[in-house]
């Protein structure tokens, strides 16, 4: 009677080849998050819409391939970032309209906070760490 030992190093193959494809994706999704958070520091970054676009389908397209893994969590955490970043853009940007320093401080500091978490997220992502909310 023999073994088949092929069946276990096929489904740890698929595995393993799954976590690669998706932290391929995340890292793409990472730069081009982080692309869009320097550009967001530094005045001109006009491909910054366009990246955090790109990054947004990308990471909505995939998601449901992360699913019961610790990427599932890097996923929810760049989605989340982009949706809470964009909505403290649109409540502050009336102060653009209304005080210029204070605009622009609003600005800054929901970019800063945006480099944080795209940092953050990616450190993570870089140790094979899920992120999530600090506790």
Known sequence: MTQD????????RAHLEKMQSLNTVGT????????????????????GPLFLVVALVL???????ASGTWH???FRWRIRTVLIA???????????????????MAWTAISIWFLYRIVTGFMAMNKGQEIGMPA
């Open 86 to 104: 964009a909505g403290l853009y649109l409540v502050t940007a009336p102060l653009w309209v209304i005080f210029l320093v204070p605009g622009w």
């Open 5 to 12: 030992f092929t069946t276990p190093v096929t489904a740890d």
């Open 59 to 65: 990471d909505w397209v995939n998601r449901d391939r």
């Open 72 to 74: 599932a969590s890097h």
């Open 28 to 47: 793409i999704s990472y730069v081009l998050h982080l692309l869009v958070a320097v550009g967001a520091m530094i005045p001109g970054g006009q491909m």
